[in-house]
């Protein structure tokens, strides 16, 4: 009997590559949405990959916990991955109330419904954010979180928590796995779905190829003057599809009651720095192109250097990152050129 995968956010960045790479391991997907913060191109385009014209689609206000309940009612769900959150910092520093009330209701309703079921496995995409500046990198698993700096940052804590109680009170019913996010980047090989950021851009690849399309003027290089050799941040630039395909491993192992405590974590990156300055160089290598940038101040929040020590995922879960800066870079571009029509 094929297992159900409800993917809450199905719809966006991430979870538009996670559904392909769901599908195409042979789970039956559910995609939820409210297009908040996305229009259909990621469900489409998800589709078209697949070759799932019947798709199942549901347009569900996770906050509205009626919504919630039909949707289990309706569907045999084995899993939920939840992705549904609003996710822009600076946003979440000028609107505490709406990200709070919005993320963290949002999870707590998929909690309830998968309690009511009697249990459920419930995969939370959680953020490296959650670990600050760290004091060592590269950072492990253990390595301690630190406050949030932003209500966005914030909410991951506070979800990682919730779940992690949840699971225990549930006495092992319901199961959780927390994927610590690193810097997830790029675009689908075949370029029907990648980022599509409303507005300007606060993400770094993003804001290259608007650049390198034309769409705006110049990169702005948030500091170079970091403690790092060259002066810009290092971040942990993980491709799209090989970060989606760390779901299906997680759903996998919980499915196949391959996990060792009934709350995990792990960190999902390459384990490779890159500093801002490399990244943009390597763009414009691979794609051959001259981009427009100058060095900016620095961005308020920023932490300096941070990256994963992916060992864990590696060993337990048997994911491993596999695709190139190279590839990644490429699709990006691709993909910003499909947008483009050219
Ligand atoms: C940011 C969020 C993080 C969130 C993640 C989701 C902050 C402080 N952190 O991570 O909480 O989980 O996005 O994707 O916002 N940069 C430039 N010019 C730009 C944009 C970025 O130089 O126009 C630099 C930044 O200073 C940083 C690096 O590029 O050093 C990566 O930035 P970004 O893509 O925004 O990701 P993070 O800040 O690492």
């Known amino acids: 009997m094929k297992k159900t995968v409800l993917v809450s956010g199905g719809a966006g960045f991430i979870g538009s590559h996670v559904t392909v790479e769901l599908i195409e391991a042979g789970y039956d997907v559910v995609v939820a949405d409210n297009f908040s913060n996305c229009d259909r191109t990621g469900y489409e385009g998800v589709k078209k990959i697949t070759g799932r014209d019947d798709l199942p689609l549901e347009i569900v206000d996770f906050c509205d916990m009626a919504q919630v309940k039909a949707l289990f009612a309706k569907y045999p769900i084995d899993a939920v991955i939840h992705f549904a959150a609003y996710k822009a910092v600076g946003e979440s520093v000028a609107k505490p109330v ?178 801002v300055l490399e990244l943009v160089t390597a763009f414009e290598k691979v794609n051959n192109l001259k981009l427009n940038y100058r060095f900016a101040p620095r961005r308020a929040g920023d932490v300096t250097a941070i990256w994963a020590d ?14 190139s800066i190279e590839e990644t870079l490429k699709a990006a571009w691709a993909w910003e050129k499909h947008l483009a029509g050219k």
């Open 310 to 323: 992916p060992t864990l995922a590696n060993t337990e879960m048997g994911w491993k990152a596999t695709r």
């Open 98 to 275: 709406m990200y709070y009330k919005n993320n963290l209701m949002s999870f707590l309703n998929v909690l309830e419904a998968a309690q009511d079921k009697g249990g459920c496995n419930v995969l939370f995409s959680s953020s490296a954010t959650v670990y600050g500046e760290p004091e060592a990198v590269p950072v492990t698993e253990k390595t301690p979180r630190q406050p949030a700096t932003s209500p966005y940052g914030n909410t991951k804590t506070m979800c990682e928590d919730i779940l992690r109680d949840t699971v225990k009170a549930s006495g092992g019913a319901v199961k959780g796995i927390l994927l610590r996010y690193f810097n997830p980047i790029g675009a689908h090989p075949s370029a029907l779905i990648g980022e599509l950021p409303r507005g300007v851009p606060n993400n770094l690849v993003p804001y290259i190829t608007q650049t390198a399309i034309g769409k705006r003027e110049c990169l702005s290089i948030f500091g170079n003057d970091y403690p790092t050799p060259d002066g810009t941040c290092l971040r942990d630039y993980i491709d799209i599809v090989d970060l989606a395909k760390a779901h299906v491993f997680a759903v996998t192992r919980m499915m196949d009651g391959k996990m060792k405590e009934n709350c995990e974590v792990f960190n999902i990156g390459t384990g490779r720095p890159l500093s």
